[in-house]
């Protein structure tokens, strides 16, 4: 089972501070990233050093007491605090000078788009293209809690002065620093930005909304089909980040700087249309103005063509009929706005139409992209179809006429497929059809009879067409009639159905043509209950039944119907959306039992386990994590030496606090 932390919903929360990104990349197109030279630190010490050499306040020199402020430049009395200005800025930004990142010569959202490689200079189409076409609408991808700080010189002093013990800003540098600071055709500002950043596709195909995953997914699917394995298809989804601009001299302008006051934060989602423009445009591809520092990279590999293609089919909206009602020459039309749709596939030529049920032939299938406000391609799909000619009268039955089956398959690859769901059945002229709404399903782990683990629990509503010259009297559902088949086609076993919670059949009575039942069914065969909520692989089904509507026409004649219907791909549960669980109490009951093999009693909802160890009591450290069972053999050991245990249980909300303590002499 894997556990990432990434998958769950954590998102980026950086800072910008004023001075600029510096992440220097691999060359030569490599795909390991470059160890910087220095520590965080000396990048700060670097980045401080640039725009306080400007006022002429280099080192930033502070004096003891406000009596001694007036001394010259240069007085003994004065101190060097450039390791205290490195200090405050640390605090300010949040992380630890002492960390040794990786370098990367560009923007950070490139570093962050980029698939399989660290160089920013690779061409656009090795980038998945989410970063590299933002706009003011997409700052979503970046997230809102953002902090933007303007460093000059002034506010650079000010920070060391507020980081020494009992120590002022001298007069000289105080007065150079305010002239430099009227004067932006001299003064030099700086940008940091920092934080746990997020890669914009993570950010997209996980977000939940349907359009984001289908826009995420289309390009990661364009990104696979230009470059088939053994390729490399590793990106990085999360990473701790400090960016920082090489500087800026002369008019600020055109830059997020302009018109903000030095040292001071606001946050980015504050900011006006036009500054929020700028910071768009700052955070696309620019190798020329940023420098980027990164470490803790958490490094995944772009989801399979299967894994996208499911994404996608399971996120698309259901396609409108422009009829239900067939004859022999009738021609329907399936119709769909799609937004989030892949510009480039878009296209008819790229794709052929084709119908699973022989009792339909399609016509010339329509793509085009349509006009749109919206930050997102809309592709229109236009799929026209009809009963194939010359098909037999005896096999124009409810249940074959009732769904064409349509699937779109990339002509380029074959194992791109995707199914096109209806919202309505269709039906014969003169005959009855059944349309069901939108799905309502939920899988619950509860024990039946049998000993089981998972149930259906579905909510239909829907509606029921008839001749215009019949009057509906009652509508019936019978538990023999529902099926839960898989896309292969093979059934699910049904060991119980339950109809608004009743075992058999259910009658609503009445002239309505619009119903509401409860189902309820037992089956065998699910997957196993897996609580893994990052994963990518989308095992689906579809529930299958039929009613019976009883009509009368206008001579009092009783006609019965039994009309079937299909409800749209359900995620089996381990895949249908759900909050995390609370954090696992303590283990309990931890043993050693024979030498150093731990076992423990299981904790409700933890999903692995953590084990601490050490050879005296309360001073235990991390040995193993991601233990997957209840128990864990000690195999580093050394005779003679007592050693002590605790463990903790881990799951999407964290860690639990750790168990009781137990020791073993070796």
């Not at 089956?405 to 005959?431: D, E, I, R």
């Amino acid at each position: 089972m894997k556990f990432q932390f990434a998958r769950l919903g954590i998102r980026f929360a950086f800072c910008l501070l004023s001075i600029a990104l510096l992440l220097a990349g691999s060359a030569n197109g490599q795909s390991t990233p470059k160890q910087a030279d220095g520590n965080l630190g000396s990048v700060l010490q670097t980045s401080a050093q640039k725009v306080l050499s400007s006022c002429q306040s280099w080192p930033p020199e502070l004096a003891p007491s406000e009596k001694e402020q007036t001394r010259k430049q240069g007085d003994k009395a004065l101190s060097n605090q450039t390791s205290t200005l490195i200090s405050q800025l640390g605090t300010v930004l949040d992380l630890d000078p002492n960390h040794t990142p990786f370098e990367y010569d560009g923007a950070v959202l490139r570093l962050l788009d980029s698939i399989g490689t660290y160089d920013p200079n690779v061409p656009n189409h090795e980038l998945l293209g989410l970063a590299q076409n933002a706009d003011i609408t997409q700052l979503y991808l970046w997230g809102t809690n953002l902090s933007t700080v303007k460093y000059d010189c002034l506010s650079l002093l000010q920070l060391a002065g507020q980081g020494g013990t009992n120590y002022v800003i001298p007069l000289f540098s105080l007065n150079a620093s305010l002239k430099a600071s009227q004067n932006v055709s001299t003064d030099l500002t700086s940008t940091f930005i920092y934080g746990s950043l997020q890669s914009p596709f993570d950010v997209l195909y996980y977000s939940g909304d349907p359009t984001k995953t289908v826009f995420s997914a289309f390009h990661a699917l364009d990104w696979r089909l230009a470059h088939p394995l053994p390729n490399s298809d590793k990106y990085i989804a999360t990473s701790s980040v400090l960016a920082v601009t090489k500087g800026y001299a002369g008019s600020e302008s055109s830059s997020i700087l302009g018109n903000m006051k030095g040292g001071v934060s606001i946050p980015a989602a504050n900011v006006s249309g036009s500054l929020s423009g700028q910071l768009t445009r700052d955070f696309q591809a620019n190798s020329s103005s940023y420098e980027t520092f990164f470490w803790n990279p958490n490094i995944v590999s772009l989801p399979a063509i299967d894994a996208l293609t499911s994404s996608i089919s399971s996120n698309l909206p259901l396609f409108n009929l422009s009829g239900s009602e067939l004859t022999a020459s009738t021609s329907v039309q399936a119709t769909s706005s799609i937004v989030g749709w892949a510009t480039d596939l878009c296209s008819a030529g790229k794709w052929t139409i084709a119908s699973a049920n022989n009792v339909f032939t399609t016509g010339a299938l329509q793509m085009n992209i349509q006009p749109s406000s919206q930050s997102m391609p809309v592709c229109a799909i236009i799929i026209p179809f009809q009963i194939t000619p010359g098909t037999p009268a005896a096999s124009l039955t409810a249940s074959a006429v009732s769904s064409p089956k349509l699937m779109l398959t990339l002509n380029t690859n074959a194992a791109v497929k995707v199914p096109v769901q209806l919202n309505a059945s269709l039906h014969l002229a003169g005959k009855s059809s059944a349309s069901i709404g939108n799905t309502r399903a939920q899988w619950a782990v509860l024990n039946d009879a049998a000993g089981n683990k998972a149930n259906l629990s579905w909510q239909i509503t829907g509606h029921v067409d008839t001749a215009d010259s019949r009057v509906i009297s009652q509508i019936s559902f019978s538990p023999g009639d529902f099926s839960c088949k898989q896309l292969d086609g093979t059934s699910l076993q049904i060991t119980g159905v339950q109809i608004d919670g009743k075992p058999g059949t259910t009658v609503i009575s009445g002239n309505s043509p619009d119903f509401a039942i409860d189902v309820l069914l037992f089956l065998q065969g699910i997957p196993s209950y897996d609580t893994d909520y990052g994963q990518t692989n989308k095992a689906l089904c579809s529930v299958q039944g039929s009613l019976s509507v009883t009509s009368t026409d206008a001579g009092g004649v009783q006609q019965v119907e039994k009309l079937p219907f299909t409800t749209g791909q359900i995620a089996y549960p381990n895949q249908l959306p759900t909050a995390p669980p609370p954090a696992p109490a303590a283990p309990t009951l931890l043993t050693a039992p024979s030498q150093v093999a731990l076992s423990w009693h299981s904790s409700a909802s933890a999903t692995s386990y953590n084990v601490y160890r050490a050879t005296s009591s309360g001073s235990e450290t991390q040995l193993k994590s991601g233990v997957a069972d209840s128990q864990y053999t000690d195999t580093s050991i050394a005779n003679g030496t007592t050693y002590f245990y605790q463990v903790t249980a881990v799951n999407a909300a964290g860690e639990s606090s750790r168990s009781s303590e137990v020791s073993t002499p070796h």
